[in-house]
């Protein structure tokens, strides 16, 4: 079953203050998102995606669309009881304390009493959150709380979770802790659908990805496919300093670091180029098939919107002259 | 009530609590006994008039001015704070949000009221020596005290759930005073003519009419009251409020949290 299906989500803000004027911040969304998947939602600034999370979780209303969470309407305030929802920078009530906190939060998710009192302590420890029991949370850093919003989400263990930039504020420590807890949750069974513009947690968590760039889904699919090998090129790694002149007559492009080259060649080539390497008793470390990063990937998603954004801005301009 | 509101509004009462907006029971209990002390000393027989007027009207003030600063910032504060990000994410539903607010400022200003009620008690004790008969009204008095605070608390509620705590402060501290003078506005529009008669009626019938919840003065002078004039506030303030909280609820089903 899909954990999510939206289903042309659309929405449009009315901006200005005498003369509304329409402002697209989300083109229809078509998005399926299986169960058991942690699943990432990637796009630069202003993409869109906390407004398409906006949508799901009911705070803004689509102008256009639907969607279904976990097989039902996402409208129905049921569902609600089997998500997590943690929003960007969030802020909380500072004039409670952490436990206080998930308490409230737990009451209002339908957690019994004797299921809240074992679980707060459980999850907050999970989270890195041991000793602040008391400690009101306008005591508290940006980082703690960013923890404490991965708490309250995961507290009355929902089976589908949302995240909105859950790395940011964190340590590289936190994040390490973070990563770690959604590949727990992927394990326990549970969906991760999470927004970020950090493509490295993009790349080492998701099974699938999508990328929105203004407000228009450009992409989506597994981390393989989108990163697919470069057409006939390998890398080629070896210990040493210098380039073989045998390595060099192949048109290698090579980079020397510390006492490590990396060069790519073609891979007809390979063969010759490991000949080179052991006639100068270098020492092989490995050969790999190229592939393009994530984010190369992305940067050229984005790059390629915006070529034809301009070339049609200038096709409309020169109609106009015309 | 269900359990989400009474969670609601419990966290409601918890947040004025640690704010310290009980803390205006020390001004409340200076300016009272400080009172007390001085009419005993210069007043002769009028004491119990000056020490009920005096408690009752600044249990009116205080809780009327707790009720507009805080009420404008139930809702404004937390979509401005973003808090209501993770309430809203929960089985919530928006009209359980709202009708929660309000029962947690209205119990924080019950519990207010009742610890000022002890107090004037208190003072009528140390001027009067003991209490009489007519000294039961005050309960009446304090009871219609306690519903013009669900009016205002909804007015509150209502103008925070579209406008800017600002805004708000402005519209619902308007409507106080207006409403203070619903009657005399009443009286104005019998004898004004044309577009002026039939302005100062739609006015006179809008406002809240505040005047006629006002019976501090008859207390302290120890008129009886009315029974049909209990069961008429009681409708009117229940209908007032009622009606405040739907438009208030209405615009919040509709509104983006942006």
Known sequence: MAAIEILGLEKTYMVGFWRKRPKRALEPLHLTVDEGEIFGFLGPNGAGKTTTLKLLMGLVFPTAGSARILGREWTDPQIKAQIGFLPEQPYFYDYLTAHELLDY?????????PDRRHRIPEVLSHVGLTDVKGIQLRKFSKGMLQRVGIAQAILHNPRLVFFDEPMSGLDPLGRREVRDLMEQLKREGKTVFFSTHILSDAEALCDRVAIIH????????????LTSTVQGKVEVVWQGTNVPAGVRVLSADCHVTGDTVRGIINENQQDAAIDALRRERMRLVSITPLRTSLETYFVEKLQVRCESTSENTVGAAAGTRV | MSARILHIAKNTFREAVRDRVLYNLIAFALLLSGAAILVSQ???????????NLGLTAI?????????????????????????????SRPVRRWEF????????????????????????????????????????????????????????????????????????????????????????????????????WFATAAAYLVPNF??????????????????????NTLYALFYTVAAMSGAVLIFERRNLK
């Open chain 1, 214 to 225: 203004k407000g228009m889904l450009r992409s989506v699919g597994a981390i393989e496919e």
């Open chain 1, 105 to 113: 939060y737990g009451q209002l998710s339908g957690v019994s009493a």
């Open chain 2, 60 to 88: 009116s003030l205080f809780g009327v001015l707790i009720a507009i600063f805080i009420g404008i910032g139930l809702v404004s504060k937390e979509i401005e704070k973003r808090t209501l990000y993770t309430v809203l």
């Open chain 2, 42 to 52: 210069i007043s002769i027989d009028i004491e119990r008039l000056v020490v009920v």
């Open chain 2, 211 to 232: 005047s006629t919840l006002n019976v501090i003065s008859a207390v302290a002078h120890q008129q009886p009251l009315g029974a049909h004039l209990i069961l008429q």
């Open chain 2, 98 to 197: 709202i009708v929660g607010k309000f029962f947690g400022l209205a119990g924080t200003l019950v519990v207010n009221t009742l610890f000022m009620a002890i107090g004037v008690f208190g003072a009528l004790l140390y001027v009067a020596h003991r209490f009489s008969r007519p000294d039961a009204w005050i309960f009446v008095a304090l009871y219609f005290i306690i519903l013009e605070f669900l009016i205002i608390c909804s007015l509150s509620l209502l103008f925070s759930s579209f406008s800017s705590p600002l805004l708000s402060a402005v519209f619902a501290f308007s409507l106080f005073v207006i409403g203070s003078f619903a009657n005399d506005l009443r009286g104005f529009a019998g004898v004004a003519h044309g577009f002026t008669r």
